[in-house]
């Protein structure tokens, strides 16, 4: 058990292509329910092949220099990355200045969070060491993305659209931290249980990656265990210091200093990037219905003058 990993962990494309057997058997499942998810599982595992092959070519030359810089700056780009996830793709409301809340969010919760956890509850020395804070960074930013899409997409739908109860206290009174107190409180609540929930189960029902992966690598059961604990419990106090900082900034912005709702400064339509890629690939469709219209145009003309030539060949 405690031995070094056997040939049977070394993998190549051809067993990544086994695996990607069972993605096309949910796709297959998919279109026959007409469930409509097919292409979007497609599209998600493309998408995972592709990043994972870059991450690792990356990560594999960062290993390499083993400098303390490369490693901040690959852990600034994850959560930079992580910011774009969440704000582009996974938010369908979106407030003034999001982009930049959210990754101060981010930056402020992942990096404390992974030093301290690293330096000093795993006892690594230094604790930028890039095989275990890279893929620590990683993990934190991904439970850090569920808090904050869960917290802000909540704080955001009450105050555009449920916003009465809201505008009731702040008749009577109250203060915009008042008022707003238990939308923020149910934000962080909806936020926490996804972490809540996957604390409560790991080890009995299910055994995380992070666990697996370092028995396959040779460690201990017991010493990958304690790991894992550390591992969760960082990511839980993560997600909660991004999630309570983004809630609180999301709730100054819809409520300005003035104690008043402002759904002006929330933005229902789809993200910039998607309305340009959009307005590019319905110019491109125009373009090509253009050019097509004009191929046939050119023909039946040409054909127009042929049939008026022979006729005047043969009258």
Excluded at 149 to 177: H, T
Aim: proline share 3%; with cysteine; hydrophobic share 45%.
């Amino acid at each position: 058990m405690d031995g070094a990993p056997t040939d049977s962990t070394h993998l190549d494309w051809g067993n990544v292509g086994l695996g990607f057997s069972f993605i096309i058997f949910n796709a297959l499942v998919s279109t026959s329910l007409q469930l409509g998810v097919g292409s979007s599982l497609l599209s998600a595992a493309i998408r995972c092949v592709v990043q994972l092959g870059l991450v690792a070519l990356v990560l594999q030359k960062v290993f390499e220099t083993n400098n303390p810089w490369a490693v901040g700056s690959i852990a600034c780009l994850l959560n930079l990355l992580g910011t774009i996830e969440a704000v582009v793709n996974k938010s369908k409301k979106r407030y003034n200045h999001m982009f930049s809340s959210v990754l101060f969010s981010m930056l402020c919760s992942t990096i404390p969070v992974s030093i301290i956890g690293i330096r000093f509850a795993m006892a690594i020395e230094p604790f930028w060491k890039p095989e275990q804070y890279i893929p620590i960074v990683g993990m934190l930013c991904g439970g850090t993305i569920s808090g904050i899409v869960v917290s802000v997409s909540y704080v955001l739908q009450e105050i555009y659209d449920n916003r009465d109860k809201v505008e009731m206290y702040l008749a009577f009174g109250a203060s915009r931290f008042e008022a707003c107190r238990p939308i923020a409180r149910e934000a962080l609540r909806l936020a926490l249980t996804p972490t809540i929930n996957q604390m409560s189960v790991i080890g009995i029902i299910a055994i995380p990656g992070m666990m697996t992966g370092a028995i396959l690598g040779g460690s201990s059961v017991q010493q990958a265990a304690r790991v894992q604990m550390v591992i969760m419990f960082m990511i839980s106090a993560s997600t909660a210091l991004a999630s309570i900082i983004t809630t609180t900034t999301t709730l100054a912005v819809v409520v300005d200093s003035e104690d008043r709702i402002r759904p002006d400064r929330v933005d229902v339509r789809q993200h910039p990037v998607w309305r340009a890629r959009n307005w590019l690939f319905n110019r491109t469709v125009d373009g090509a219905k253009y050019i097509v219209q004009g191929c046939r145009g050119l023909r039946r003309k040409d054909r127009q003058n042929g049939a008026a030539e022979t006729d005047r060949l043969l009258g």
